[in-house]
């Protein structure tokens, strides 16, 4: 019994982990996608070279590409 109740233990550990790194990988997809356009919004705005266009090209550009 004792060993069973680990294994469910250890299961529902890794299904938590699971669903906190899918979790994870969807808000990180939400950022990418709303820093993408807020970049976006800045070169139609000020112009590519701009500060704030520039800051939000090197904050993407610190975002995995997964």
Known sequence: ????GAAATSSAMTMTTANSASEAYL???HAKHWLEHAYLWKVI?????SEGAQFFAQIFAQFPDA
Not at 1 to 4: D, G, T
Not at 45 to 49: A, D, H, I, R, T
């Open 27 to 29: 808000y990180l997809q």
């Open 1 to 4: 019994m004792l060993l069973r």
């Open 45 to 49: 705005v000020s112009g590519k070279e």
